[in-house]
């Protein structure tokens, strides 16, 4: 790894070691202890020659678009978003990206779920159902408006909610189901959206992670009932911390402003009509992500190529599953992950990564460090200074002690993930192919 690259690359990097809690392959590495089998290469861990042989330079992310709105936006007589020249042009590029009639900026993704939920009227005892795999951001909302998040199982490789599952963990006080496009891949929302449909229930698009995802076409978060995207830092576009509410419902579109901001409707104020907080987005903020979004078609058509390209060269190789994308899906590769299968190799996943990192791999084994369920403020139901009304008052059975996703602890388990970002070129992801398929064929059992 050349020194420059490294540079470049700490910053993200960091982040990605802060929020993941996953291993982060290093570069002081231990020789395998594994049996040597005769290979073309010998691997870089073995004193073999790196498969990554050219580097990537990180580019800035903001520069003279994100400057100029910002200048426009310091001539303001106010920086204050209703009404707010940024923040109107933030929608106008938004419903671009996703369009839908209704539009709601706010402070975070985790806010524009919050949003969601409480628009769509769920509230004590209401159970929604989601995926374990996700930002804990998915969630919050469901549990500050006293409903009780629910966890159905996921598709091996998708990563995603499997319809079946879902459908299974339905009962009589199922609300909602959150449908998280992880990595960037979309669910597989007309399965999603025919459960929803049969049971009555609300289907809420969290696309933090989907930014230019489109599903058999359709641009993400126009399915459900609500889309919700984050502009935090390490989203495909940003203003540091932000996000974006949509809907296209006629019932719920209506009520995003209010949520977002103190429970009163601004066009036609009739005092504090409901109970919301303050997740309203500056114009500083709205100028930056307004400057974001004109970079973000060639973002993602860089990261569906990239992603794409690595599913290409690595599938049939022993002992990896490739992440799954449907054919007609754009997925937009949040993250690329794939996952080992143990029983083909002979080598844990810290070894394969550890390898790979040798081969001069930008690479991290596993995700978040636990199913959301498995997290201590779960396993403790301690979400209310230490309590759970819901549950002290008879409104919720759930015990998460007592929750298992399988599949979903199979995949934090055996997951890889390798870092798309739009600098990388071709040349270079397949020389990561080249990395991952030398080092499967090296532990191939
Ligand atoms: C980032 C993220 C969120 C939360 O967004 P914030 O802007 O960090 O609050 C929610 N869901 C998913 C899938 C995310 O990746």
Request: net charge positive; hydrophobic share 40%; glycine share 10%.
């Amino acid at each position: 790894m050349s020194k420059g690259r490294n540079i470049k690359w700490v910053s993200r990097r960091d982040f990605v070691k802060y929020a993941s809690g996953g291993l982060l392959a290093t570069s002081t590495l231990m020789a395998s202890k594994a049996p040597a089998v005769q290979s073309r290469s010998p691997l870089a861990i073995d004193g073999g020659e790196k498969a990554i042989k050219i580097s990537c330079r990180a580019e800035p992310r903001w520069g003279e678009p994100e400057l100029k709105q910002l200048s426009d936006m310091l001539k303001q007589g106010t920086l204050f978003y209703w009404g707010g020249p940024q923040t109107e042009l933030l929608i106008q590029r938004f419903r671009e990206v996703c369009p839908v009639e209704y539009v709601q900026t706010c402070s975070s993704g985790t806010a524009a779920i919050h949003i969601a939920v409480a628009a769509a009227g769920i509230g004590p005892g209401d159970e929604v159902i989601t995926t374990p795999i996700t930002d804990i951001g998915t969630v919050i909302g469901i549990l500050y408006q006293q409903a009780v998040p629910v966890f159905a199982d996921l598709g091996a490789a998708t990563y995603n909610l499997a319809p079946a599952d879902v459908e299974r963990k339905i009962t009589p006080k199922t609300k909602a189901i959150i449908a998280v496009h992880l990595m960037g891949n979309p669910c597989n929302m007309d399965a999603l959206k025919k459960i929803a449909d049969r049971h009555n229930l609300i289907l809420i698009e969290d696309c933090a992670q989907a930014w230019g995802a489109k599903y058999r076409g359709r641009p993400i978060g126009t399915i459900g009932h609500f889309a919700c995207f984050s502009l935090q830092n390490s989203k495909h576009v940003t203003c540091g911390d932000g996000g974006v509410v949509g809907s296209g419902d006629q019932r719920f579109g209506p009520l995003l402003q209010k949520f977002g901001d103190k429970g009163g409707d601004r066009r036609k104020w009739g005092g504090h009509e409901v109970f919301a907080t303050n997740y309203r987005m500056s114009e500083p903020q709205a100028a930056v992500a307004a400057a974001q979004l004109t970079r973000l078609e060639e973002i993602a058509s860089k990261r569906v190529k990239l992603g794409n390209l690595l599913t290409e060269k690595i599938s049939g190789l022993p002992g990896v599953i490739p992440h799954e994308v449907h054919p007609d899906d754009r997925a937009v590769y949040w993250f690329y992950m794939f996952r080992l299968r143990p029983a083909e190799l002979r080598c844990n996943r810290s070894q394969f990564v550890r390898a790979l990192a040798a081969e001069g791999l930008s690479v991290s084994g596993g995700y978040i460090a636990k199913p959301l369920y498995g997290e201590p403020i779960f396993q403790n139901h301690s979400f209310f200074a230490g309590r759970w009304p819901i549950k002290e008052m008879g409104l919720t059975g759930m015990d998460y002690t007592k929750v298992k996703c399988p599949e979903a602890e199979a995949i934090l388990q055996t997951c890889i993930r390798v870092f798309i970002y739009e600098y990388m070129t071709e040349e270079y992801i397949s020389q990561v192919a080249e990395a991952i398929a030398k080092v499967a064929r090296h532990y191939a059992a």
